[in-house]
């Protein structure tokens, strides 16, 4: 069988799959895209961190080191410390990742297998799991105008340090995490501006993702109950990651700016029709799921999501999907939240092969 990617949901899935699979006559290999280790880590900007402890950023079976990176017991790792968590965790399972390998169509062949085509080759199926995430989608809202304007564009997937915004007026687009962190130093070298559908609400200090990650497992389990709940305060709010806490009190972070009407050549309409120069936008407006290499099998809805149950395609029962958010499985798109539907993945499919299987 085949899982399509090499980051941190096809890591999970290929941990559990090498379990449920290992009395079976069944191989596995998991097909990724980058050229090393890390799947979407390896694209963050320099000093992005996480949002909780190690203790709660970690894969199943094997937990993220405190000491990576030589940093002290209660900081947040950063993105090179879950890259080096992550080429770990490879190697100490030994999952069969092959790369760098571009998946570009997977077609149904026969009744009882999937064929999936690549830049190196054709690999036929019996099960496929589409584990690439949403990083290789970044979405970027349509805004009048945006093709004319002559400054810096940017989405925050192709930002990595402040330098090249020092001394410019720049937007940060985006009330989210990612927003928040990229503002906190941006600020600290240029004249930047937080543009926001919404004043942001930051969480208290103390209260980091392991606090929300346990409100929205109430919350998932209350609803699963049949226990209608208004959403737990916090759960969606900006987490104060120490870069982001220190520009708050020095005053970076308090003025906000409405959404934009529309961009020029040099600048930007704001809704009230003022137009003002502007050298640089920042784009932190999230990511859609990459599943463009599922358009031969029809399953990919408009709205960009599959059909599934649980999370397996109902239109097509060979293909299971993990990690591209909550309609593939709580919590999934989450370094530890992925695990649970990983080992319930894992299990279907096991269960969906035949007794004596080849790939």
Request: charged residues 25%; negative net charge; contains cysteine.
């Amino acid at each position: 069988m085949v899982v399509i990617g090499g980051g941190q949901s096809a890591l999970a899935v290929g941990y559990h799959l090498a379990r449920e699979l290992r009395k079976r006559e069944a191989t596995v290999a998991l097909l990724d895209r980058q050229p090393g280790p890390g799947g979407a880590w390896r694209d963050g900007w320099d000093s992005l961190r996480l949002f909780s402890p190690a203790e709660w950023s970690s894969l199943p079976g094997y937990l993220l080191p405190r000491h990576l990176g030589d940093r002290s017991a209660d900081a947040f790792p950063h993105r090179d410390d879950v890259l080096g968590y992550l080429t770990a965790y490879e190697d100490r399972y030994e999952l069969p990742v092959w790369r760098p390998i571009d998946v570009r169509a997977v077609r149904r062949l026969g009744d009882d297998r999937l064929l999936v085509e690549t830049d190196r080759g054709d690999v036929s199926a019996r099960a496929v799991v589409a584990a690439t995430g949403t990083a290789a989608r970044p979405f970027t809202p349509h805004v009048p105008g945006r093709d004319v304007f002559g400054g810096i564009q940017m989405h925050s997937s192709a930002y990595r340090s402040p330098e090249a915004f020092a001394g410019l007026r720049v937007l940060v687009v985006g009330g989210g995490n990612s927003g928040a962190q990229i503002l906190a130093e941006v600020s600290a070298v240029a004249d930047a501006s937080w543009v926001v559908e919404r004043e942001p609400r930051f969480l208290p200090e103390d209260v980091d993702g392991r606090v929300l990650f346990d409100a929205a497992t109430a919350r998932y389990r209350a609803l699963q109950n049949g226990e209608a709940l208004e959403r737990p305060h916090g759960l969606g709010d900006i987490v104060q990651v120490p870069p982001v806490r220190e520009a708050r009190a020095a005053g970076r972070l308090e003025s906000f700016r409405p959404p934009i009407a529309a961009l020029t050549a040099s600048g930007v309409v704001w809704p009230d029709g003022t137009e003002e120069r502007i050298d640089a936008v920042i784009w932190c407006t999230g990511f859609r799921p990459a599943l463009g290499f599922l358009d031969p099998l029809g399953v990919v809805g408009a709205d960009g999501r599959v059909a599934v149950e649980g999370t397996r395609s109902i239109a097509e029962p060979r293909l299971w999907l993990v990690g591209y958010g909550e309609w593939t499985g709580f919590a999934s798109a989450t370094l530890v939240g992925v695990g649970r539907s990983a080992r319930a993945t894992a299990r279907e499919v096991a269960a969906a092969l035949p007794t004596a299987s080849v790939p």
